[in-house]
């Protein structure tokens, strides 16, 4: 009972910080039509064929995403860790995604049925503005990265995600910041669409600086002020 509590509280306050002109009495209804689903590290959650089903929203946890390369290695290109729905835009616009959503730890996904959501957006302006609200947001987000992506060069690229990093998964430390997402330069490069051996030049000179301890999986952020100056040159 405590824990079916916890979690309608969590599904609550998850919800009205993403439709945040929805009524208690709709928050409910939604409450009453969606389910929690859990996923063990490297579980697929989304790929092509139920990317439309439901709506998905992230209540704990990290995503990893990616592709899988014709030898059948995952390819990441980005995480999220925001609590706020995966597959919006998709489960609207009903067009299949053509990569994947795994597991990167221990994750708790809130499923809402799109047969359900797509009845009430019909028939509610104020979710109808919630939902163009949410992707609007993200598709200024990634308009942003984008220009940086074009602009900025491998230094400056090394020097935001490890920024980005330290802002969503960093906890205090005695040199500095360390990053709780265990990631390889391995996965770095990935990210960056670059060779492990180039990735291995930058982490080496960022910490000849001063500026990062990077030992296997374990990062720590000593001088972020660093990392932010060389961002802000874009």
Not at 19 to 44: A, M, P, W
Not at 97 to 108: L, R, T
Not at 143 to 148: A, D, S
Not at 186 to 205: C, G, P, V, Y
């Amino acid at each position: 009972m405590l824990n079916s509590d916890l979690n309608k509280n969590i599904k609550n306050n998850v919800l009205k910080n993403n439709f945040k002109t929805l009524s208690e009495y709709k928050i409910d209804e939604i409450n009453r039509h969606s389910v929690i689903k859990k996923y063990q590290k490297g579980d697929l959650i989304l790929n092509k064929e139920n990317c439309k089903e439901s709506i998905y929203i992230l209540l704990d946890g990290i995503i990893q995403i990616g592709y899988l390369s014709p030898l059948g290695r995952f390819h990441a290109f980005n995480y999220f860790s925001e609590k706020s729905p995966m597959n919006l835009a998709v489960c609207i616009n009903q067009q299949a995604i053509d990569y994947n959503f795994y597991a990167f730890n221990q994750v708790k996904v809130l499923q809402i049925p799109m047969a359900f959501f797509e009845q009430e957006i019909k028939n509610n302006n104020n979710l109808m503005h919630d939902a163009l609200s949410i992707i609007s947001v993200r598709m200024q987000q990634l308009l942003e990265q984008m220009k940086f992506l074009q602009v900025a060069n491998l230094h400056q690229k090394v020097c935001k995600i490890i920024i980005d990093l330290s802002q969503q998964y960093g906890t205090a430390h005695r040199l500095g910041t360390e990053i709780q997402l265990k990631i390889s330069q391995h996965d770095l490069a990935d990210l960056l669409s670059s060779s492990r051996q180039t990735i291995n030049k930058e982490i080496k000179q960022l910490s000849e600086r001063g500026v990062i301890f990077w030992q296997y999986e374990n990062i720590i952020v000593k001088d972020d002020g660093y990392l932010k100056s060389q961002v802000n040159w874009i």
